[in-house]
């Protein structure tokens, strides 16, 4: 069974703080993907950032990194100089084939 | 472009009445889905097609029906409407495989009474 879990349901970060957001996968797959997207209040998905499973390099687009730890399958997310914009939901997501999985997400407001 | 485009934005349905959830896309992708996104749950794959004339189920495929006869267009239907399907509906298109970024639309609201 394939299977994404974000085991924190609500995190705060002070602006201009770093934050990072847990996510661990399950899979028998060799082949897969890695996504964080990102939903604010307005409902619309947004892609974060992306990694392939094959690539050892860890993602990075501007603020946003990941650690991949593709043994202890864990994708975090790291968000550096935290934003008001980035109050959001995340969720983490994982595709194998041509199925998609998400995690139950994990709510981040970022105080002033 | 326009991205994606889902109408109806809200839905109420009784019971056991039929609708279908319109999503179209201008980008000439390939790969087309639809999910559910519940309290609690994420967001999980109902259907999705990988071209024209091409569909699957994906995790929760039960009491929903997809057909894609062009490229542009991935409607979903409900048969008969149950308050178990009271959910936000989201339809998301990419390249050519999900591993590609997905564009998710604007989502449509639905409320089974």
């Known amino acids: 069974a394939q299977t994404v879990t974000q085991s924190q349901p609500e995190m705060s970060v002070q602006e201009a703080e770093t934050v990072t957001l847990s996510c661990t996968y399950d899979t028998s797959e060799s082949n897969y993907y890695l996504f964080w997207y990102k939903q604010p209040p307005s409902r619309q998905m947004i892609l974060v950032i992306r990694?392939?499973?094959?690539?050892?390099q860890n993602a990075t687009e501007n603020r946003f990194s990941v650690n991949f730890q593709k043994a202890a399958k864990s994708f975090s997310l790291k968000i550096s100089d935290s934003q008001l914009g980035d109050t959001a939901m995340y969720f983490c997501?994982?595709?194998?084939?041509?199925?998609?999985?998400f995690g139950t997400g994990t709510s981040l407001t970022v105080i002033p | 472009n326009a991205g994606v485009t889902q109408t109806p934005k809200f839905q109420v349905l009784k019971t056991g009445q039929s609708m279908t959830l319109q999503c179209a896309q201008d980008?000439?992708?390939?790969?087309m889905s639809w999910y559910r996104q519940d309290p609690g749950m994420g967001l999980r794959l109902i259907h999705y097609s990988v071209g024209a004339g091409i569909t699957d189920q994906g995790e929760v495929p039960n009491g929903y029906n997809v057909s894609r006869s062009t490229t542009e267009d991935f409607p979903l239907r409900l048969l008969s409407a149950a308050p178990s399907q009271t959910s936000v509906y989201f339809c998301?298109?990419?390249?050519?495989?999900?591993?590609?970024?997905?564009?998710f639309g604007p989502g449509t609201r639905l409320t089974v009474t």
């Open positions: 997501g994982m595709n194998t084939g041509n199925q998609f999985y």
């Open positions: 998301a298109s990419s390249y050519s495989y999900p591993s590609d970024e997905q564009y």
């Open positions: 980008m000439n992708h390939e790969y």
């Open positions: 990694q392939e499973a094959y690539k050892q």
